[in-house]
């Protein structure tokens, strides 16, 4: 008979232990959803970056093919013209 108060102790104390842990669990997941959302959009503005760098690369790709085109076409005029360029000539077909 003593034993009844002692367990419904024992009973009232791992279930508030229990509470507690649920509480805290809770708490942490709380705080990992937060850090989730920052995450997240850190990664969607990490993207956003190298979309722009991916159109730069794309764009200063651009650029350097046409200039080796013109520099080709210029190395075949030159090859092909009899006569010496002087630096306006050359300044002349890069532009």
Same mark, same amino acid.
């Given at each position: 008979m003593s034993f009844e108060w002692i367990n419904k102790i024992v009973i009232k104390i791992a279930s508030e232990v229990h509470k507690n842990k649920i509480e805290d669990f809770e708490k942490?997941? =709380?705080?990992?959803?937060?850090?989730?959302?920052v995450i997240l959009k850190t990664l969607k503005d990490i993207e956003s970056k190298l979309d #722009? =760098?991916?159109?730069?690369v794309y764009n200063n790709n651009l650029k350097?093919?046409?200039a080796l085109g013109y520099l080709q076409s210029f #190395?075949?005029?030159a090859i092909d013209s009899p006569k010496l360029l002087n630096q306006s000539d050359i300044n002349k077909e890069l532009s």
């Amino acid at each position: 008979m003593s034993f009844e108060w002692i367990n419904k102790i024992v009973i009232k104390i791992a279930s508030e232990v229990h509470k507690n842990k649920i509480e805290d669990f809770e708490k942490r997941i =709380l705080v990992i959803e937060q850090e989730q959302k920052v995450i997240l959009k850190t990664l969607k503005d990490i993207e956003s970056k190298l979309d #722009k =760098l991916d159109d730069r690369v794309y764009n200063n790709n651009l650029k350097t093919a046409t200039a080796l085109g013109y520099l080709q076409s210029f #190395k075949s005029t030159a090859i092909d013209s009899p006569k010496l360029l002087n630096q306006s000539d050359i300044n002349k077909e890069l532009s």
